[in-house]
T-cell receptor, first 107, second 114 residues
Framework: KNEVEQSPQNLTAQEGEFITINCSYS?????LHWLQQHPGGGIVSLFM???GKKKHGRLIATINIQEKHSSLHITASHPRDSAVYIC?????????FGTGTSLTVIP | DTGVSQNPRHKITKRGQNVTFRCDPI?????LYWYRQTLGQGPEFLTY????????KSRLLSDRFSAERPKGSFSTLEIQRTEQGDSAMYLC????????????FGSGTRLTVV
């Protein structure tokens, strides 16, 4: 069983749709990260959360520590949002990663 | 460029050869991490350094793998006697002492063992 589970694995949306990606974890964590990986492989860190909610532009990330669950929302999705979104949790000095959600936004 | 730099971007090698990758972190970051990512999977932790000290190694890091960060700045990851199963993207990330700051990832080195 993976320490981090993401859903869905694949997601196709029409431009403008509101998108939600979910992440559940089973270990005690000090922080949770949402990462964006583009086809070339480069990874960008979007958010680091330890509680509550953060917003950056059209992206919103929330975390519920009691339920061990986080969501990443994208409002007014755009084709350039197409990427793999990875949830990663920091437990002690280790990171555990989800397998990613592949998002395709169709114009 | 003040990001994390990894070289080379791509490496193709024959099975049994040794390869070495380099990671240059953000200069003031004292923590440096190596990860491996195979196709369709999330990254897997390999090892991390705080300054020049290698503080943790994953069980994934067999004795064919060695990582160094001799002066607490750049790091190298060497794979000896490469196997086809070593084919993956090797990612490096750096951070500043977990102090609320984010982690910055490099673009990765894609290794193909033929």
């Amino acid at each position: 069983k993976n320490e981090v589970e993401q859903s869905p694995q694949n997601l196709t949306a029409q431009e403008g749709e509101f998108i939600t990606i979910n992440c559940s974890y089973s270990v005690g964590i000090s922080a949770l990260h949402w990462l964006q990986q583009h086809p070339g492989g480069g990874i960008v860190s979007l958010f680091m959360l330890s509680s509550g909610k953060k917003k950056h532009g059209r992206l919103i990330a929330t975390i519920n520590i009691q339920e061990k669950h986080s969501s990443l929302h994208i409002t007014a999705s755009h084709p350039r949002d197409s990427a793999v979104y990875i949830c990663a949790v920091k437990a002690g000095n280790q990171f555990y990663f989800g397998t990613g959600t592949s998002l395709t936004v169709i114009p | 460029d003040t990001g994390v730099s990894q070289n080379p971007r791509h490496k193709i090698t024959k099975r049994g050869q040794n390869v070495t990758f380099r990671c240059d972190p953000i200069s003031e970051h004292n923590r440096l991490y190596w990860y491996r990512q195979t196709l369709g999977q999330g990254p897997e932790f390999l090892t991390y350094f705080q300054n020049e000290a290698q503080l943790e190694k994953s069980r994934l890091l067999s004795d064919r793998f060695s990582a160094e960060r001799p002066k607490g700045s750049f790091s190298t990851l060497e794979i000896q006697r490469t196997e086809q199963g070593d084919s993956a993207m090797y990612l490096c990330a750096s951070s500043l002492w977990d102090r609320g700051g984010g982690y910055t990832f490099g673009s990765g080195t894609r290794l193909t063992v033929v």
